[in-house]
């Protein structure tokens, strides 16, 4: 089994985008658990509209290149364009942070919500330990 790190992001119609893109990810990955969505500031965009970031962890038998393209055609079916890249808006984003020890996006990987969202991811896993 590999343990995946996925991360979600919108700045368009957040509520209706994240919530397709969770429950596609929740069809083909059945051992999912997510993080509490949160937003932050746009990075690198000049549109000041803010994004809900969700982290997920995924623990799969597929294969990275398998897991990447699954998420990407996630994307292209809730809707992103590439001519929205232009307007910068972002429908949907998913990106495949971390395989395993494989880190594949160092700068998305460290920044701050995403560390926090791990962190609870783990402590929740703690806690479910604990309970049993």
Do not use: W
Not at 9 to 17: F, M
Not at 49 to 70: H, K, M, P, R
Not at 120 to 125: C, H, P, Q, R, T
């Amino acid at each position: 089994m590999h343990r995946c790190i996925i991360c979600l992001g919108s700045n368009y119609h957040c509520k209706e985008h994240m919530g397709q893109a969770r429950r596609m990810l929740s069809q083909a990955f059945p051992r999912i658990r997510f993080a509490k969505e949160c937003s932050t500031s746009p990075y690198g965009l000049s549109n000041p509209s803010l994004f809900s970031n969700q982290v997920a962890l995924v623990e799969t038998s597929l294969e990275e290149q398998n897991v990447y393209n699954i998420c990407k055609s996630i994307e292209a079916a809730c809707g992103r364009l590439p001519e929205d890249k232009i307007r910068e808006i972002v429908r949907i984003d998913i990106d495949l942070l971390r395989v395993d020890d494989k880190i594949r996006k160092a700068d998305d990987f460290n920044r701050i919500y995403v560390q926090h969202s791990l962190r609870e991811l783990v402590s929740s896993d703690n806690n479910n330990l604990s309970d049993k």
